[in-house]
T-cell receptor
Framework: KAGVTQTPRYLIKTRGQQVTLSCSPISGHRSVSWYQQTPGQGLQFLFEYFSETQRNKGNFPGRFSGRQFSNSRSEMNVSTLELGDSALYLC??????????????FGPGTRLTVL | DQQVKQNSPSLSVQEGRISILNCDYTNSMFDYFLWYKKYPAEGPTFLISISSIKDKNEDGRFTVFLNKSAKHLSLHIVPSQPGDSAVYFCAASAQGDKLIFGTGTRLQVFP
């Protein structure tokens, strides 16, 4: 069974640009969560989508948005990029809503560098 | 406000000895705790979890202990192996809500 895939793996953008990251969950998984990992901050929760609906949202500005398609694939968009958005963006999928008894499986991440 | 804290950014342990990774939390509503392991260039992988109704859960060389009164959990790895060298994250959730992760502890197991 294929794991969680994320594209692209690496991305370089400049300030003010926007970016779209993609995540394909494990087949059959209906929940996709997005996290931002930066040095010293650990993994910060961005949002979770379940059955095309945003189920939960972290404390990030409105520049960060996402969506989920009917095939459970998810995209994350960041507009008006700032230097501080440079991070590893991880997505994780689970069969049901993330939480107890619904283990999350992570993808390898997209390394975004903002210059 | 960091609700889940891993105060040791790094830990170095000799092969064969015990590794103890610690995690503290502030939210008394957390009822589910997990440990993840992360190798460079890979996403985190689930290691072990514990529900708040338990104080210990064991899986092979890995044991997680939960002390609810101290709001503290720890991961014990016995015996430690070089392949255990990675960054370890603890995470917690409250009643199925989003996972809150700690900042991670880098474990190095040397021969």
């Amino acid at each position: 069974k294929a794991g969680v895939t994320q594209t692209p793996r690496y991305l370089i953008k400049t300030r003010g640009q926007q970016v779209t990251l993609s995540c394909s969950p494990i087949s059959g998984h209906r929940s996709v969560s997005w996290y931002q990992q930066t040095p010293g901050q650990g993994l910060q929760f961005l949002f979770e989508y379940f059955s095309e609906t945003q189920r939960n949202k972290g404390n990030f500005p409105g520049r960060f948005s996402g969506r989920q398609f009917s095939n459970s694939r998810s995209e994350m968009n960041v507009s008006t990029l700032e230097l501080g958005d440079s991070a590893l963006y991880l997505c994780a999928s689970s069969l049901g809503p993330a939480g107890i008894n619904n283990e999350q499986f992570f993808g390898p991440g997209t390394r975004l560098t903002v210059l | 406000d960091q609700q889940v804290k891993q105060n040791s950014p790094s830990l170095s342990v000799q092969e064969g000895r015990i590794s103890i990774l610690n995690c503290d939390y502030t939210n008394s509503m957390f009822d589910y705790f997990l440990w993840y392991k992360k190798y460079p260039a890979e996403g985190p992988t689930f290691l072990i979890s514990i529900s708040s109704i338990k104080d210990k859960n064991e899986d092979g060389r890995f044991t997680v202990f939960l002390n609810k009164s101290a709001k503290h959990l720890s991961l014990h790895i016995v015996p430690s192996q070089p392949g255990d060298s990675a960054v370890y994250f603890c995470a917690a959730s409250a009643q199925g809500d989003k996972l809150i992760f700690g900042t991670g502890t880098r474990l190095q197991v040397f021969p």
